[in-house]
C-alpha cells in the first residue's frame, strides 16, 4: 500500500528565510507524488508534482521538490518565504491506475514577519 | 472556465438524520472524487466514479454512498449521522485518461462542504 509520512507537524521560519518541508513515501511501484496546499478556509491547490519526467521538479509560486528514490523522499522547498505563503502543505502519493489520492496528515507553515 | 463547485458550504445535521452534498466538476471532466478531512483523521479518500459508475472505494462504512449522473455531476450521501461525521467534505474532479500520468491526472479540488452533527 501507498503512504507519505510528514516528518514535521508544524514549521516556522521568518519571512525572507528558506522553507523546507520532509517527505517521505513507501510505495512498491514507481509512485505518482504531488504537494498540495490548503489556505484557511479554502479547498486544496496543488503546487506541484513529481511523475517520473524529472527528479527536480518545480512549482508554482516559487516552490519546488526533488524525488529521492535512494532515500524515499520527496522534500518541499522555497529559497524566500513570503507571508502569503503560510498555509497547511499535503504530501500526496497516488496509488498507480487509480485516482485515490492518500494523503500525508500535513504541515503547518507559519511565517513570521 | 468555472472551477468545481460544492453546494452547500455548510450544514448543520443532528444525530440520526441524513444528508446529501453535491459537487459539480469542471465542464468536461468525468471523473468525480470525493474525500473527507477531519482533525484527527486527516484527509482521507471516501469513493470516486467516473461516467456514472464508481471505481474506487475507501474505507468507509456502506452509510456513506455516491453516485454521478449523466452531466458528471455527483453526490454523496451519509445516512444515519453520527458526531464523528462532523468534516469538511471535499470534492475533486479530473480529466477522464486515469491511466495516464499526464497532465490529465490533475485533480482540482472544490472549497468543501463543512458538515457539522450535532
Known amino acids: 500500500a501507498q503512504s507519505v509520512t510528514q516528518l514535521d507537524s508544524h514549521v516556522s521560519v521568518s519571512e525572507g528565510t528558506p522553507v523546507l518541508l520532509r517527505c517521505n513515501y513507501s510505495s512498491s511501484y514507481s509512485p505518482s507524488l504531488f504537494w498540495y496546499v490548503q489556505h484557511p478556509n479554502k479547498g486544496l491547490q496543488l503546487l506541484l508534482k513529481y511523475t517520473s519526467a524529472a527528479t527536480l521538479v518545480k512549482g508554482i509560486n516559487g516552490f519546488e521538490a526533488e524525488f529521492k528514490k535512494s532515500e524515499t523522499s520527496f522534500h518541499l522547498t522555497k529559497p524566500s518565504a513570503h507571508m502569503s505563503d503560510a498555509a497547511e502543505y499535503f504530501c500526496?502519493?497516488?496509488?498507480?491506475?487509480?485516482?485515490?489520492?492518500?494523503f500525508g496528515q500535513g504541515t503547518r507553515l507559519t511565517i513570521n514577519p | 472556465k468555472a472551477g468545481v463547485t460544492q453546494t452547500p458550504r455548510y450544514l448543520i445535521k443532528t444525530r440520526g438524520q441524513q444528508v446529501t452534498l453535491s459537487c459539480s466538476p469542471i465542464s468536461g471532466h468525468r471523473s468525480v472524487s470525493w474525500y473527507q478531512q477531519t482533525p484527527g483523521q486527516g484527509l482521507q479518500f471516501l469513493f470516486e466514479y467516473f461516467s456514472e459508475t464508481q471505481r474506487n472505494k475507501g474505507n468507509f462504512p456502506g452509510r456513506f454512498s455516491g453516485r454521478q449522473f449523466s452531466n458528471s455531476r455527483s453526490e454523496m450521501n451519509v445516512s444515519t449521522l453520527e458526531l464523528g461525521d462532523s468534516a469538511l467534505y471535499l470534492c475533486a474532479s479530473s480529466f477522464p485518461d486515469q491511466f495516464s500520468d499526464g497532465p490529465y491526472n490533475e485533480q482540482f479540488f472544490g472549497p468543501g462542504t463543512r458538515l457539522t452533527v450535532l
Open positions: 500526496v502519493v497516488r496509488e498507480p491506475g487509480a485516482q485515490k489520492l492518500v
